[in-house]
């Protein structure tokens, strides 16, 4: 079935992308949007039911220490994550542009490239964080207490992180070339080998945080080897292509991988901002709680996937239809789906803020019992935390629609804001003037913050519209970068 024509100077390429009967260019935007957004919506929850499942598993087989201690290494799977969606986001992007063009083979370089690069600088990393595997926990505030539990996690865990990045990467490969169907799929396999190798590695072989470890790295190696083993296909219309090793491609090369990095670095900086929020807030917790309230707050943070992660969805859903028709200066269709998104993400939010506030003791059961002391105060604490749940929405949806529309600055610049500025600033300051509430506010408050100053950027654009001055929809701010992506025109890398 055929999904997308498009001609290229030279040649004319037929894509044919037979699994969903995606056309990015003339579908209807509201039916092109519920078409990816199911599947990409499904996926997402499946990812985060396979971070949640540690949770559960590891609270109610090791206890209320062993998720305390997991939660003090996420920062590193995030980071992993944060270099798949970077590298995702960037290329995708770029790719989708080409593609507009008709410059397939242009696409297909991209994509490689960014799995080659992210690939080889996890295995980097991955290398160097075991290798100093106490030093890093200390760094990342672990107590004595936790340290063990966290170091044993972290070695077992950490050296698949290549495939994580891969994982999170291809989703966006996989949507761009008509497949969000097999890309869902990919997520459900991962999540559903790791929901039943955590359970039969933690209580029927007593493994312990051995196991809950290698129950995720198995169930993510096999999602990412699937994905590579679909973007090898012959008829697949976005697949790997053969990597050079001149001095030129070499070039090419590093100048596509710092556009790409540019485009995706909101992405990247999403993920480390929720690291940032894991670290400071670990801090700040064991402060005024102790190893409880760090328990408590690892709740939260195993809680907190479900509902980023359908942001996420929400905003990636978008991204394709943004970037493909951004590319052909379709500015009315890039709007349509930019304000669908929205509308569909903040509505979800407050669902989720509703369910929260409603049933909060019923969800921290779900991860440790009644009778430690870290149940108390996370049962207080998630209504508290839930009420930002509407502005976050709002702030990654806007995130995504920058990336998708070349204007990285805007995002970087939010993102910077939300994660790290506005966030570090609650965290330490709302505790010394609202107690112990207010380290459950400090992330809320911070993206209300960051959503006040995407309103005035919002309002800034509209003032610039009515004197015909084209603002938001253009990528202004990057276009003297774009001629540097390799093209079809010239020699591959």
Not at 216 to 231: E, H, K, N
Request: net charge positive; aromatic share 12%.
């Amino acid at each position: 079935m055929d999904i997308f024509v498009r001609k290229h100077s030279e040649t004319t390429c037929n894509l044919i992308m037979e699994r969903d009967n995606i056309d990015f260019k003339n579908m209807n935007i509201a039916a092109l949007f519920r078409k990816l957004l199911l599947p990409t919506v499904l996926g997402m929850i499946f990812s985060a039911l396979f971070v949640i499942t540690d949770g559960i598993f590891v609270g109610k087989g090791i206890g209320s220490d062993a998720l305390a201690a997991v939660n003090i290494v996420s920062p590193l799977w995030l980071f992993s994550t944060g270099v798949g969606l970077m590298f995702g986001v960037g290329a995708s992007v770029v790719a989708s542009i080409h593609l507009s063009h008709g410059k397939v083979k242009a696409a297909r370089i991209n994509i490689t490239q960014s799995i080659v690069v992210s690939s080889l600088l996890l295995l980097t990393t991955s290398t160097l964080f075991c290798c100093f595997a106490p030093q890093v926990v200390q760094l990342l505030g672990g107590s004595e207490r936790l340290a063990p539990l966290a170091i044993e996690y972290m070695v077992w865990f950490v050296p698949f992180s290549a495939f994580t990045a891969l994982l999170n990467s291809g989703m966006f490969f996989l949507r761009l070339n008509g497949s969000p169907n097999f890309a869902m799929i990919c997520n459900v396999v991962a999540a559903v080998l790791n929901i039943i190798l955590d359970y039969l590695f933690i209580f029927h072989f007593g493994w312990g945080m051995f196991g809950a470890a290698i129950a995720s790295a198995i169930g993510t190696t096999v999602g990412a080897l699937m994905i590579i083993v679909y973007l090898s296909r012959r008829q697949c219309a976005l697949r790997f292509y053969p990597v050079k090793l001149s001095r030129k491609s070499m070039q090419l090369t590093r100048r596509n991988i710092g556009y790409m990095c540019r485009l995706g670095s909101s992405a990247f900086l999403c993920e480390v901002a929720i690291a940032c929020m894991m670290f400071v807030g670990n801090i700040v917790f064991i402060h005024y709680l102790k190893e409880e309230g760090v328990a408590a707050f690892s709740i939260a943070c195993y809680f907190f996937p479900i509902i980023f992660m359908v942001y996420n969805a929400i905003a990636q859903s978008a991204q394709p239809i943004i970037s493909y028709n951004h590319g052909l200066h379709e500015e009315t269709r890039v709007r349509r789906a930019y304000l669908l998104a929205l509308k569909t993400a903040i509505s979800c939010g407050a669902a989720f803020a509703l369910i929260t506030a409603l049933f909060s003791p019923e969800i921290v059961s779900m991860f440790i019992d009644r009778s430690y002391p870290a149940y108390e105060i996370a049962s207080k604490g998630l209504p508290f935390y839930a009420t930002g749940f509407v502005f976050f929405a709002v702030n990654i949806v806007s995130i995504g629609y920058f990336q998708s529309v070349e204007r990285a600055r805007y995002a970087t610049v939010i993102t910077l804001l939300r994660g790290f500025v506005l966030l570090t600033t609650c965290f330490f300051g709302l505790p010394l003037l609202l107690g112990n509430p207010g380290i459950w506010l400090a992330t809320p408050l911070a993206e209300l913050l960051t959503t006040l100053f995407i309103l005035i950027i919002y309002i800034r654009a509209k003032r610039k519209r009515k004197k015909n001055i084209v603002s938001l929809p253009h990528g202004n701010d990057d276009k003297e970068i774009l001629p540097k992506i390799q093209t079809p025109g010239r020699k591959p890398a």
